[in-house]
T-cell receptor
């Protein structure tokens, strides 16, 4: 299982762009990269997933370099409500089932 | 899309008492099911996962157990709770096509006193 490394915490202000980088040096060929957001006392919520290059949806962008040994979650123009823990998850779920390991995540704090 | 129901939302139990947390899944069949625990301010620790009825894999040896009596039902149990069992318990599911995309329940906050 690919191990991930993220910053423990980040601070930002409303309206700024926030980039959270995750390192996953031993990512396997078939592994996908998935990011989750978790608010206190709630289950993690899927944000975005990618395999290579760039993926964008309505809430975030995910940048993955060619070597795939890292990935960057980009949150445009954050607001106070984006204060949460963000997890990077690397791996794949096969039809037979396996499990992925969540790291400690990055606590993002957004202030006025 | 999948929906996971977990109950209760909060639970306060004395040390030595039994535990039963239930999780049910809607919107999919034959899901992979997981129980995670999260201590205060910490990441998610995988406790058990199941790929089918009656099939349970344990990740962390402890006084907890899990069962899957039906395809979309996953139960976490303990015969005697310890103080260290306190935490936030989350049920999650994936399907064979999810590529790492978990759907999580809303969680149960367990406090053992």
């Amino acid at each position: 299982l690919a191990k991930t490394t993220q910053p423990i915490s980040m601070d930002s202000y409303e309206g700024q762009e926030v980039n959270i980088t995750c390192s996953h040096n031993n990512i396997a060929t078939n592994d996908y990269i998935t990011w989750y957001q978790q608010f206190p006392s709630q289950g993690p919520r899927f944000i975005i997933q990618g395999y290579k290059t760039k993926v964008t949806n309505e809430v975030a962008s995910l940048f993955i370099p060619a070597d795939r040994k890292s990935s960057t979650l980009s949150l445009p123009r954050v607001s106070l409500s984006d204060t949460a823990v963000y997890y990077c998850l690397v791996g794949q779920i096969t039809g037979g089932g396996n499990k992925l390991t969540f790291g400690t995540g990055t606590q993002l704090k957004v202030e006025l | 899309s999948q929906t996971i129901h977990q109950w209760p939302a909060t639970l306060v139990q004395p040390v030595g008492s039994p535990l039963s947390l239930e999780c049910t899944v809607e919107g999919t069949s034959n899901p992979n099911l997981y129980w995670y625990r999260q201590a205060a301010g910490r990441g998610l620790q995988l406790l058990f996962y199941s790929v089918g009825i009656g099939q349970i894999s344990s990740e962390v040896p402890q006084n907890l157990s899990a069962s899957r009596p039906q395809d979309r039902q996953f139960i976490l149990s303990s015969k005697k709770l310890l103080l260290s069992d306190s935490g936030f318990y989350l049920c999650a599911s994936t399907t064979g096509r999810s590529r790492g995309g978990y759907t999580f329940g809303s969680g149960t906050r367990l406090t053992v006193v």
